[in-house]
DNA sequence: ATCTTGAATTGACTTATATCAAGCGCACTT
DNA sequence: AAGTGCGCTTGATATAAGTCAATTCAAGAT
């Protein structure tokens, strides 16, 4: 059985609220833990992304692949992450992403229609959601801003200091995907910078 | 006095449901009309944004100025719209953008915290905040993907078709920066896509 | 222990975009 | 009507990053 400890302490942590006893039970009952081994797909381009899933152990990247056959990274997740397409999630349509585990993964994951419950029922679930949701739009706002008005190496210095455990847990070349570098420039940027 | 129909009918529509009387003088009671002069400014780099606003007329662009004087716009705005550094207004933190208005502009303004009395006792305002989030994920998911992995030339085509009315309302020196180009290249990649 | 695979590095070269500079044309002032 | 400023275009050149190819190295497979 799954760790769902992880999920009431970040519920908890985030929402600053306390689950109640009913509140656990209802979640245990609709969150089904899913075990992916590395490689495996959470998600498969051109599906809908039926489920959105809590990371309770493991990593992924969530990506596309272009008309050249280059794929990109949009997103890396680690523990305590959601996982998801939201567009695809929320309108139910096709989803252009795939979304992968890079390590063995264990996610507890949802259905849109079961999140809606929780929203309606659990108080400390609906805080982490209104909470999550400005982080999100935060996060956004500078991550576009990054993109467009940063230079590869400034890109590289804000994501060391936002998520320095990529560095450890990511391969270099997933990094520079996800800043939108190509393996090469990054490894060059990196040797450079020892100046 | 302030077209506050313009407001009611975005929140009507985005919601799906009605407003009542009641929610309707709650509404005009907080949010207070507010005009600015063309290139006036809604906010200033370091000032924290304490107000929100809804764009009832005219347009209005958010940038960053960096450390060698160069402009980034990273958001252009349109009859309604919200406008606000929402990392600086959910954080109380002083903000890294400039708002200024691109034509005569009339907005309704209101804080934060009375936006929570909103959404606590209006339930077509709470309903619209939650699409309007939805929203922004996939809006910033798409632009982050877009400033990524896509050709200059395949961001404008993107911008002509998401958002055809920017290239009435912009000078095209405003389009450039929000797409992260300089001038020349915009200027020169729409005499190339004429072949 | 050897073989294979893939990641990281490095070098040479190409391409996309920025920068700098000049000129044009339109709109607003006076 | 002439003058001024500004946005747009165009040309020449510079720079950042991508592409292609070769080499090394470490990890997993047999």
Redesign the interface.
């Known amino acids: 059985m799954s760790n769902f400890e992880a999920l009431f302490d970040y519920i908890q942590e985030i929402s600053g609220k306390l689950l109640s006893a009913d509140d656990k039970h209802l979640l245990m009952e609709y969150f089904k833990p899913k075990k992916l081994r590395k490689r495996q797909y959470f998600l498969q381009e051109g599906d809908v992304c039926k489920y959105i899933g809590f990371i309770v152990k493991g990593s992924a990247r969530t990506f596309?692949v272009?008309e050249k056959g280059?794929e990109?990274i949009?997103k890396l997740s680690l523990e305590n992450w959601w996982l998801a397409?939201?567009?695809s999630f929320?309108?139910l349509t096709p989803s252009r992403f795939n979304i992968e585990a890079l390590e063995d993964l264990e996610v507890l994951q949802s259905t849109n229609a079961q999140i809606e419950e929780y929203l309606k029922h659990i108080p400390a679930f609906s805080a982490m959601a209104n909470v999550i949701?400005?982080n999100?739009?935060?996060a956004?706002?500078?991550?576009?801003?990054a993109?467009?008005?940063y230079t590869a190496e400034e890109r590289y210095e804000d994501l060391i200091s936002n998520y320095p455990q990529f560095l450890q847990r990511f391969p270099q070349n997933m990094i520079a995907s996800y800043?939108?570098l190509s393996p090469e420039t990054l490894s060059r940027l990196k040797k450079n910078s020892f100046k």
Do not use: C, P, W
Request: aromatic content about 12%; overall charge negative.
């Open positions: 596309t272009d280059h990109h949009l397409d939201f567009e929320y309108l949701s400005q999100y739009t935060i956004n706002q500078k991550r576009v801003q993109a467009m008005s800043l939108g």
